[in-house]
Structure formats: C-alpha cells, structure tokens
C-alpha cells in the first residue's frame, strides 16, 4: 500500500466545467484527513464504554458527515446498546483531540482552496462537527485564517444529509446555492449538496492504516 502521503500527492479531483461564485469544503476526510483518527477515537471510547466487538469500519465510515450525537444513536441501534449520546460524543471528541495533531492535509483539496481564496472568490467549511472541534483542526492545520465562513452541527437544525449546512454556507458566503461547488468525501455530504442545488467534487477516501 502506498504511503498516505503519497497517496494523497496523486489523488485526482474530477472538477465540473463552469464557472462557480462560490466554494463549500467539508472538513474531516475532505481538507484534512482526520478519518482514521475519528474512527480509533470511536472505537476506544465505545470499548471504554463497555462495548464488546470492535467497532465495524464500514459502518463507522456510513456515518461520514452525521452530527456526532445522531452517530451514537446508530452505534446504540446496530450494537443493542444505550449508551448516553452526549456522555460518549464528549469523551470521544476529548480522545480525538488528543491525536489531532497527527492527522495531514489533504494536499490537493487545501490547494484548490487557497487558489480559488487567492482570485478572491469566497470559500466556506461545512462541517458535521461541532463548533469547537472544527475550529480546533482548523486552527490546529493552519487554515483557520483560509475560511472566513465556518458552518458546523451547532448552527443548524438538520444535519447532513438534509441541505441545511451547505445552504447556511452559501447564504453566509454571499453566494446563491446554484453557484456553489461543493467538495465532499462522504455519500451523506454528496447526498446534502445534491438538496441544496449544488454541484460537488466527491473527495477519494485514503486508506485506513491501522496502528495503535
């Protein structure tokens, strides 16, 4: 397997033709590759919490773009479990904040993004996180300063897949949704920008690497 470096050096991004007004990023899986980290964060704390088997990739990734709380609700439905969802989302993002630090840019999307910043056109972060941990990885990659405009979980009524975080980031940016270009990862988040009207760039996973 190649390194994740590397494999994020090649990855090519299928740009639609047009001329968009604005640019909507998601962030974890998108901007920074912050998956895998996610996914042990999750896995450690739910065994913390007394959960016997080891928490299911697949269906840890079918979560991708959902608030994080929603995320437990569906742990608890495949598990047979009841654990609190705000106990374990706060001690699960205090576990993930813990590793953010080793988690990479995704080269090719943070570039087009400082390149549409740099001609001037505005460009946003539209994010499942809550408030607090996407301004931490921003702040924590060096690209706080890049995006004025930030939507997380905490400013909207109905998360991914509903349109709501994606219309909230065009309405803030300026921008009417039919001109926004949205770069996703995860089938939730294409499915939201598909809601609001906009046209997206599907954001190739990297390969998990399992270490502890």
């Known amino acids: 397997?190649?390194?994740?470096?590397?494999?994020?050096?090649?990855?090519q991004l299928n740009i639609p033709e047009g001329d968009f007004a604005g640019y909507i990023f998601d962030l974890d899986g998108t901007l920074v590759n912050t998956m895998p980290l996610h996914y042990f964060a999750w896995r450690d704390t739910l065994r913390e919490f007394g959960l016997k088997p080891v928490l299911d990739e697949a269906l840890f990734y079918a979560q991708g773009g959902s608030p994080t709380e929603k995320v437990v609700q569906t742990f608890n439905a495949h598990y047979g479990t009841s654990f609190d969802p705000i106990t374990v989302r706060d001690a699960k993002e205090?576990?993930?904040?813990?590793?953010?630090?080793?988690?990479?840019?995704?080269?090719?999307?943070?570039?087009?993004?400082?390149?549409?910043a740099a001609e001037g056109r505005p460009v946003s972060v539209a994010s499942g996180g809550l408030r607090h941990i996407v301004r931490d990885t921003l702040h924590a990659h060096g690209l706080a300063e890049l995006f004025p405009v930030i939507v997380t979980?905490?400013?909207?009524?109905?998360?991914?897949?509903?349109?709501?975080?994606?219309l909230l980031a065009a309405e803030k940016m300026g921008v009417p949704p039919e001109q926004c270009l949205?770069?996703?990862?995860?089938?939730?988040g294409i499915?939201?920008?598909e809601a609001a009207g906009m046209r997206w760039v599907e954001v190739p996973p990297i390969p998990l690497v399992h270490t502890d």
Do not use: N
């Open 1 to 11: 397997m190649r390194p994740l470096i590397e494999w994020a050096a090649i990855m």
């Open 182 to 188: 949205v770069f996703e990862d995860a089938a939730l």
């Open 191 to 193: 499915r939201a920008a």
């Open 153 to 166: 979980a905490d400013d909207v009524a109905h998360g991914k897949p509903a349109p709501d975080t994606f």
């Open 94 to 116: 205090l576990r993930f904040v813990d590793m953010l630090s080793e988690a990479k840019l995704i080269e090719p999307v943070v570039a087009f993004a400082r390149a549409r």
